[in-house]
């Protein structure tokens, strides 16, 4: 049980705080409702790029980092298809700084050409190190156009490609902050060794006099049902072979979700689970399987991916993998089965509430979704998915016509040079 | 009501008290350690089994890291199946993690479920058997994620490195598909039986440790276990440090190249190591630091790049690492070879300096988060044969070290030309 105290300023922000005594330190976490969904087509991989620049100083602050190493705090941020979030743990004494330095950059950023430029180069390069220099790395490049045909989850949070982020303008910036980056838009959690009073205290004095800004209205094109098998085979400069399986599934928001998330886990959480009972260890047919959704907040995707061992065709991998679906959709799980994946919810529920960060960030998201009191109501949620839910949503989901299968088939390639030294 | 002045930065505090909990200790006649911390609101606890690693030997490198993974995968009661079955119905988590010193075996579970979960690592650990099945299909799929490893730079880099300053060592194993076939269960059997006893295992318990969870520990793990015939050799052959400084492994069609460059360094019971901290943090061991601050902030060659200090029983290394674009792989050296030699040849200057300490100071408060971060303070300092005054030393170091004083540590420990560097990718 997470307790928190929730109040709202005159703009708009919405603040949560959650007092937590048994730590020294206090979190600032906030999360803007802004994600690579909200992005324009032709200038993909803008929230994250985005959320890069949000370290390039602000209005009257020309340094983000400096004064909050200097009260010993450290910050991160991330940027995912739905949303940026930004945060802060610092010594609780301290508290303060992470108050001004956000509603700075929440007030107005300092757009230099310079940072741009140099942000452009680093993204970049992420975009290389995680996308294209890795075996695989760039999957959800080639599996998210084949899922959606619509809707903007058709491309990843890094973007497109990288000539997006190359074109990338500081007017487009100044716009991209005007339009998400304000009160309205923004959830505040404070959480740790603070007080709900002087939390108060200090959101009104730091906050306070941000303006409102524009309210962002989110008018998506949503994914219609697929009615058809997609499947693309890939040839690349791979190890193994690999198979990915991804399904529609509802959003975040759909009753469905805890029934769809424990089903996962019956296929493939840890030594116990289906799929890796069955496809690594009894049959031997690939050396690693998993299962696992995204958790969108609008339709998300239900992934199979596997390795099929050497020798292994892809036919006999993909024809093992639609064996495990035809015994969830045809079969209701065993009740030990089923409370198997309970309980692993719960203690993993309990165990979270060990981070402060963790809190913090659920907290922000359930609010996101209309209630951060939510989050306390999760495990019973998952408690009350039957057997024969899980059964129906297997019915529902795992069709051909709705399946999008990609392959991965490794080229020979040839070895890697002995190492020289000079 | 007066006008908030946005330019002015609020008053700040230091960090004056780090309150780190100490453990009780309990000794069994059997010889194994415990040591407990009880605290936090959960009814949950993580327990660690704690193992010196045995004795390297270079015809059989994969012996350690085998048996440890393979620990969960049957004992004569419970086949590899019935354990997942057991520790995943109670909602607990069995891990088992092998690293260059100890190999583990962690346990967390909600209290509740306690001695259900403890009765099944008792068989683990005084227990297994390693079936032949099991062990040829960890042999495969081992092997088929290290041609998958094997791709990236990274990996490659850190095990070219590691095999240089540490040669045929347990520190400098870079596994090969062939080591794994010449794995055998007798083998592994007989490592198990030697390292796997009370007198070489140590038992963290964190959490809600109150008296009933110790007795339940106790009462499991008291008497005799495991075979004590032979005592467990934990000593390591002396390393072999390469004579070769530069290895370049070219990738044609690299986007990136790795870099790692570095030497084998002070260990954490040296006396400078706490100020060698505080250098490695100006150098690269925070956003912030000087390598971040030219190589990503200003060129925007890399997504990251750092450095830091490793510290193990028999060794340690300071190392620089990161991955940049192939194209300017070449001047990235440069810029790293610059920044080492100005902390040389120059004063970090105060602003800086203080900035390096309040930051490390509170990253030290921030690093006890909860019970579990109190448990693993106190195995970097026991298994390095440390007191507690080591965290006093350590925040009085960083408190109190001067710009002069760090000029000094920097020539006397890094000299550029002597370090090993490696290159995956393009140079």
Redesign the interface.
Same mark, same amino acid.
């Given at each position: 049980m997470v307790k928190f105290n929730k109040f709202k300023l005159d703009n708009g922000l919405r603040v949560i705080v959650h007092e937590d005594n048994t730590t020294p330190m206090a979190v600032l976490n906030i999360l803007y409702d802004v994600g690579a969904r909200d992005e324009d087509p032709e200038q993909t991989g803008f929230a994250h790029l985005f959320e890069h620049l949000m370290f390039g100083g602000s209005v009257n602050i020309p340094h983000y980092d400096g004064p909050l190493q200097r009260v010993g705090g450290e910050n991160n941020a991330f940027t995912s298809n739905d949303i940026t979030n930004y945060y802060i743990t610092l010594p609780s004494t301290n508290v303060e700084t992470a108050f001004w330095l956000e509603s700075d950059r929440m007030l107005s950023l300092a757009f230099s050409e310079k940072s741009l430029e140099v942000q452009r180069n680093v993204v970049i390069e992420e975009f290389k190190q995680r996308y294209l220099n890795q075996p695989y790395g760039d999957v959800w490049l080639k599996l998210r156009p084949m899922v959606y045909k619509s809707h903007p989850y058709r491309w990843a949070t890094i973007g497109k490609t990288i000539k997006h982020i190359e074109d990338a303008k500081i007017e487009d910036v100044k716009a991209f902050f005007k339009k998400h980056y304000n009160p309205q838009n923004a959830i505040m959690v404070i959480g740790g060794d603070v007080k709900t009073e002087e939390v108060k205290r200090l959101a009104e004095k730091w906050f306070g006099p941000i303006p409102a800004g524009e309210k962002y209205n989110r008018d998506l094109p949503q994914e219609a049902p697929q009615h058809e098998e997609r499947r693309e085979i890939v040839t690349a400069k791979v190890p193994l072979n690999d198979v990915y399986i991804a399904f529609q599934m509802e959003g975040r928001m759909d009753k469905s979700y805890h029934t769809i998330e424990l089903m996962s886990d019956i296929l493939s959480r840890g030594n116990s689970s289906r799929l890796y009972k069955s496809l690594v260890k009894d049959k031997q047919l690939f050396s690693e399987v998993h299962a696992y959704i995204t958790g969108s907040m609008d339709k998300g995707m239900f992934v199979l991916e596997g390795k099929p061992l050497e020798g292994i065709s892809i036919e006999q991998a993909e024809e093992s993998l639609w064996q495990e679906l035809e015994k969830i959709k045809t079969e209701e799980v065993p009740a030990d089965e089923l409370t198997k994946v309970k309980n692993k919810t719960e203690s993993t529920l309990v165990f979270s509430e060990m981070s402060l960060l963790d809190k913090a960030m659920n907290l922000a998201n359930y609010e996101l979704m209309g209630d951060a009191d939510e989050f306390n109501h999760e495990t019973e949620k998952f408690l009350a998915v039957t057997s024969a839910q899980i059964k129906e949503q297997a019915n529902k989901l795992f069709r051909k016509e709705n399946s999008s299968t990609l392959i991965y088939l490794a080229e020979g390639v040839e070895e890697p040079k002995a190492v020289v030294t000079e | 009501m007066s006008i908030?002045d946005?330019?002015l930065?609020?008053?700040?505090?230091? +960090?004056d008290n780090i309150n780190l909990i100490r453990p009780q200790q309990t000794k069994l006649a059997n010889g194994c350690n415990i040591f407990s911390f009880n605290s936090?609101?959960?009814?949950?606890v993580r327990i660690e089994w704690v193992f010196g690693n045995l004795r390297f030997n270079p015809k059989k490198p994969l012996l350690n890291v085998a048996v440890n993974t393979m620990l969960?995968e049957g004992t004569s009661k419970l086949n %590899?199946?019935q354990? %997942?079955?057991k /520790?995943?119905?109670?909602?607990?988590?069995l891990q088992v993690d092998y690293g260059y010193d100890n190999s583990q075996v962690i346990l967390?579970? #909600?209290t509740k479920y306690l001695k259900t979960t403890l009765d099944v690592v008792k068989d683990v650990i005084t227990d297994s058997v390693f079936p032949e099945k099991e062990l040829e299909?960890y042999v495969?799929?081992q092997q088929?994620?290290l041609? +998958?490893s094997?791709?990236?730079?990274d990996f490659?880099a850190r095990r /070219?490195f590691n095999k240089a300053l540490y040669g045929e060592t347990i520190y400098g194993l870079g596994a090969e598909p062939e080591d794994f076939k010449s794995l055998t269960r007798e083998d592994m059997l007989a490592h198990f039986k030697q390292m796997y006893q009370p007198s070489n295992c140590t038992i963290i318990i964190a959490g809600r440790a109150d008296p009933e969870i110790l007795g339940a520990v106790n009462q499991t793990f008291e008497g005799a276990w495991g075979d004590i015939t032979l005592p467990a050799d934990i000593s390591q052959p002396d390393l072999e440090p390469s004579e070769?400084r530069?290895?370049?492994?070219?990738? %044609?069609?690299?986007?990136?190249s790795a870099i790692r460059i570095g030497t084998p360094f002070v260990t954490r019971t040296h006396p400078d190591f706490p100020a060698l901290q505080v250098l490695n943090t100006v150098l690269g061991g925070?956003?912030?630091s000087r390598l971040m601050a030219n190589i990503?902030?200003?060129?925007?060659?890399?997504?990251g790049i750092g450095s830091g200090m490793t510290s193990f029983k028999q060794t340690g290394a300071f190392f620089i690492a990161s991955?940049?674009?192939a194209d300017v792989c070449k001047l990235a050296v440069v810029e790293i070879e610059k920044e080492i030699n100005i902390l040389k040849e120059n004063l970090i200057d105060e602003k800086e300096l203080? #900035? +390096?300490k309040?930051?490390m #100071?509170? %990253?030290l408060?921030?690093s006890?988060?909860?019970v579990?971060s109190h448990a693993d303070k106190f195995k970097n300092l026991y298994f390095a044969n440390l007191d507690y005054d080591y965290y006093d030393r350590y925040t009085q170091t960083i408190k109190t070290i001067t710009a002069p004083e760090l000029q000094v540590l920097a020539n006397k420990y890094w000299d550029f030309a002597d370090f090993y560097k490696v290159i995956v990718g393009k140079y």
């Open positions: - | 908030l946005r330019k930065a609020p008053g700040f505090n230091g +960090v936090g609101d959960q009814d949950l969960t %590899a199946a354990i %997942a079955d /520790i995943d119905f109670y909602g607990a988590f967390y579970t #909600l299909t495969r799929n088929q994620k041609q +998958v094997m791709r990236k730079n490659v /070219i070769e530069f290895f370049y492994s070219e990738k %044609a069609d690299a986007l990136q925070y956003f912030g990503r902030e200003d060129k925007g060659y890399t997504y991955e940049v674009g203080s #900035l +390096v309040n930051y #100071l509170g %990253a408060l921030g006890l988060e909860n579990f």
